[in-house]
């Protein structure tokens, strides 16, 4: 991605650090283990990887921003090892945005990725049970019991 000048985002609060509510520019929340050793498989493919919060937004304060952006940088250097670059803005070599509020939405379509695959699998129920081919359960999804199995003793 990097090699492209791509970079991937991934939002900090709910997503990165843990979220349980506001409680002030430079609270940040525990890191997620997932996504923290996420983040540091990307970097040591030598992916571009940028913090992408609200916390960084034009729209807050100046004193809002010079906590929060110290507090990031602090954060991301005890928790992922480096200062990752920090934004709000989403720009035409954004990759990728991993965010707890984003919904997917499938290229040129409208659907999320969910109604897709539910559709996906609408048609091919459809298609078997047009063709005389419902999909048919197998006689013996279990192991058989096991003798003795379910007598009163």
């Known amino acids: 991605?990097?090699?492209?000048?791509?970079?991937?985002?991934?939002?900090?609060?709910?997503?990165?650090?843990?979220?349980?509510?506001?409680?002030?520019?430079?609270?940040?929340?525990?890191?997620i283990p997932l996504m923290v050793d996420r983040v540091k498989t990307w970097l040591e493919k030598g992916h571009t990887v940028k913090i992408f919060t609200a916390r960084a937004s034009p729209e807050l304060t100046d004193d809002i921003r010079g906590l929060a952006i110290p507090a990031i940088e602090a954060w991301c250097k005890e928790h992922i090892g480096v200062i990752l670059p920090i934004t709000c803005i989403k720009d035409l070599k954004m990759i990728e945005l991993w965010d707890d509020r984003c919904?997917?939405?499938?290229?040129?379509?409208?659907?999320?990725?969910?109604?897709?695959?539910?559709?996906?699998?609408?048609?091919?129920?459809?298609?078997?049970?047009?063709?005389?081919?419902?999909?048919?359960?197998?006689?013996?999804?279990?192991?058989?019991?096991?003798?003795?199995?379910g007598r009163k003793r």
């Open 103 to 149: 919904v997917q939405v499938v290229i040129n379509t409208g659907m999320t990725i969910f109604e897709l695959e539910a559709a996906k699998r609408t048609e091919e129920r459809a298609a078997r049970a047009a063709s005389g081919m419902a999909k048919k359960q197998p006689k013996h999804q279990l192991a058989p019991p096991l003798p003795g199995y």
């Open 1 to 31: 991605m990097s090699a492209q000048g791509g970079w991937i985002g991934v939002d900090l609060d709910g997503t990165l650090a843990e979220y349980h509510g506001w409680v002030a520019p430079d609270v940040i929340g525990k890191p």
